[in-house]
């Protein structure tokens, strides 16, 4: 059920959303910046873009907002695709709930080691290397997908025995995953074959929407470990994934 509407008309999320999930997220944010006393710009989850790029409120930390500057400053040598101006002033964006989630994390690695080596016991991690964000090995690179697909969130770690292994994250927060699907590559299908882990008789759904876009993340980080041998082993990690 969606939130009532004299609710989304105070606070100013009185429009369509995909999901109920979207619609209740939206007006959560809303609430929280009337608390805060932030003023509002054309709909009740964005901030007023200028305030917003000087004093960095869409995040948690001064480090984490100092850590955004860099990594807009220098988007340009990678490619990064980190999108403007949603990343300050939309409350709602995925974007910087990564920064919001990992950005402390990448300048205390002893501490990001604790909490990966807490969460997964199996992996037998020995030490955490990096954490980049919007990170792709190469993008259109047909040694990888041949596509511009990137991690949210990619971190580099060392296991008990001194492989080099990763963890590549993707962050979703209301998206719904219905945009049209990206063009079909060949480079797709083979990873999937060489992978072992991937049924090829389920390539035809795999190439729709919703799913078409989570399949080639996976495919991203597989051609990391299977198809090419810069790592030795790889997982794919959605945290968190909401109002699918």
Not at 5 to 33: G, H, M, P, V
Not at 133 to 157: C, L, Q
Request: hydrophobic share 35%.
């Amino acid at each position: 059920m969606r939130p009532n509407k004299k609710l989304r008309e105070k606070y100013n999320t009185d429009y369509y959303d995909k999901t109920e999930f979207a619609s209740k997220a939206r007006l959560l944010q809303s609430i929280w910046r009337v608390e805060k006393g932030y003023d509002f710009e054309k709909y009740g989850n964005y901030l007023k873009l200028d305030f917003a790029k000087r004093t960095g409120v869409n995040f948690l930390t001064k480090r984490i907002f100092e850590n955004v500057k860099y990594e807009i400053a220098n988007k340009h040598i990678e490619g990064k695709l980190i999108k403007e101006p949603r990343i300050w002033n939309n409350l709602l964006s995925s974007q910087p709930l990564a920064f919001n989630l990992f950005s402390e994390l990448k300048h205390d690695l002893e501490l990001a080691t604790k909490i990966f080596q807490n969460i997964y016991p199996n992996r037998n991690i020995n030490n955490i290397i990096t954490i980049d964000f919007e990170y792709s090995p190469g993008r259109k690179n047909i040694k990888y997908t041949g596509d511009r697909s990137a991690f949210d969130v990619f971190i580099v770690y060392t296991n008990k025995l001194n492989h080099k292994c990763i963890f590549s994250i993707e962050v979703k927060y209301s998206e719904n995953l219905n945009d049209e699907p990206s063009n079909h590559r060949e480079s797709y299908e083979v990873i999937s074959e060489k992978s072992n882990i991937i049924n090829m008789s389920e390539i035809p759904k795999l190439k729709e929407k919703p799913i078409q876009q989570i399949w080639r993340d996976h495919l991203l980080s597989l051609s990391l470990f299977v198809t090419n041998s810069d790592y030795i082993l790889g997982d794919l990690r959605f945290p968190p994934m909401f109002g699918q």
